[in-house]
Structures are given as C-alpha cells and as structure tokens.
C-alpha cells in the first residue's frame, strides 16, 4: 500500500485527522481490486473513525514489513544452518533419506547437545562450542585466582591468629614473672624509700657542716689577713728605721764639701775633735 503523505490542514492534522482525499485513496488501495463504498454522509465523526483506521493500518503494515523482513533473515539463517549440518552429515557418511540414525551417532548428538544445554548455547555451531568452552576456561581459570587470592588472605588471617596467640602467651608468662617479682620489688622498693630518706637527713648534716666550715673559714681568712696586715706594718716600720738611718747618715754625708779631697780632710778633723772629745 502506498501511504504517501499528502498536504492537508495543519489543525486536523495537530489532532490526528486524515483529509478526506487521503481517506479515498486508502480505501480505494484497500479495497482493491473491488470497489470501495462509497461514503454518501462525510460527518466529522465518520473522518475521526476513519481516521483512526487509517493510523492502525499503517501501524499493522509497517509491523507486516518488519516481520517479513525478520522472517527472511531467519529462513536464510536456517537455510545456512541445514547446509552446514547436512555438510556435517555427509562428512560422517550419515544420509538423510535412512530412517534412523546409528546408536552411536544418536548417543554423540545427545551427548553434544547436553552439552550445548549446559553451555547455554544458542545454537550448534562450532565457533560456538569453541567461544563457550574459552568463555568457559576464562571463567575457571578467574575463579581459580579468586580462590588462591582468598586461600592467601586465609593463610595471612592464620599466621597473623598464630602470633596474636604468641604474643598473648608471652604476655601471659611476663604477667606471671610480674607477679611474682612483685613483693621483691615492693621490698626493695621500701628499701630505697628508707634510704631516700637516710640520704636526705645526709644531705642536711652535709649542708650545716658545710655552712660550719664556711663560717670557719671565713674567720681564718679573717685571720690570716690581720697576721699578714701586722707582718706588712712590722716591716713598714722596719723600712722606716732603715730609712731615717740612712737618712741620717745622708744628712751626715751632705754636710761633707762637694770636693773629695776636702771631703776627706773634714772628715779628718772631724774624727780628731771625737778624739779630743773623748
């Protein structure tokens, strides 16, 4: 049927309503080669319906088309399909035409489509064996390094279980040797206390002898410097004498002429006025 679409008002054909020359055309095409009825009231309630028949019969011809088209690739998919079994036949010298098949050949079909059934398969073909049995082996071989992944994180789980169980058993032996050795702890433990405090008193007698000896020594040093301040003055006034003697003699000597033989010559008489003198 050829629906091609013809112009008609923009209004009818927001709301879904066919013109009426589309409509004859359609009957026409659907009637033929008969004549179509000819429609003597053309109300707009008779256009709606037939409007609405119109839709559906393009609806159920393009659904006609599709699975037309769907069936012819599907006869040409199990055209393929019977050439390659009555070829898979004829390679195993099986004809079509005998009316049974040898047991074994029944017991490998069946066998082969166990399998295919387990496998899934969507149908017998060889590739297809092969893509399910890699899929197959790809899936094991996965599984297989999920469980070797799992039995590694077990053995982990285990060893770290087993030292966790180690070290709660030495705890326990050094919880043991703790009680134990806690009243020889407790004893010297007071020992040290009493011997804090013997040292403690140690350390004040320590301190107030060391404040005696600071004051003791503060007086020796007293001491030892009036001894040396009264050496120093006796030696002061030892240098005294000695220089008011030499002074003396000095003022003796100054009184002598400047000249050395008229110092000699005053000596001389002076020494024979002391003789006179005496």
């Known amino acids: ?53 119109h839709r559906l019969d393009k609806c159920i011809g393009g659904a006609r088309s599709i699975v037309q088209r769907i069936q012819s690739e599907a006869t040409k998919e199990y055209e393929g399909l019977a050439d390659q079994l009555a070829a898979i036949l004829d390679a195993a010298s099986i004809s079509l035409s005998s009316p049974a098949l040898p047991k074994t050949t029944k017991h490998a079909l069946s066998e082969l489509s166990k399998l295919a059934s387990s496998l899934a398969l969507a149908n017998m073909r060889p590739e297809s064996f092969e893509r399910a049995i890699a899929r197959a082996a790809i899936d094991g071989f996965r599984r297989q390094t999920q469980v070797d992944a799992l039995r590694e994180k077990r053995n982990g789980v285990e060893r770290k279980t087993e030292e966790s169980r180690e070290r709660r058993r030495k705890l326990a032996v050094l919880l043991d040797k703790r009680k134990r050795d806690a009243v020889v702890e407790q004893q010297k433990a007071r020992e040290w206390k009493r011997n804090a405090q013997v040292i403690a008193h140690k350390s004040e007698e320590y301190e107030q002898r060391l404040a005696q000896l600071a004051g003791q020594r503060e007086e020796r040093r007293a001491r030892h410097e009036y001894a040396d301040l009264r050496q120093l003055d006796d030696h002061v006034g030892a240098l005294g004498k000695d220089v008011a003697d030499k002074r003396r003699a000095l003022e003796g000597y100054s009184a002598l002429p400047p000249d050395i033989s008229l110092a000699y010559l005053k000596l001389e008489e002076a020494k024979q006025a002391l003789d006179q003198l005496r």
């Not at 008002?9 to 000819?38: E, F, H, M």
Request: zero cysteines.
């Open 1 to 53: 049927m050829d629906y091609s679409p013809v112009r008609q008002d923009p209004g009818k054909q927001a709301q879904g309503i066919v013109d009426w020359p589309q409509l004859d055309d359609w009957l026409k095409t659907l009637y033929a080669p008969d004549t179509a009825p000819a429609i003597s009231h053309r109300t707009p309630e008779i256009q709606k319906q037939l409007s609405q028949l």
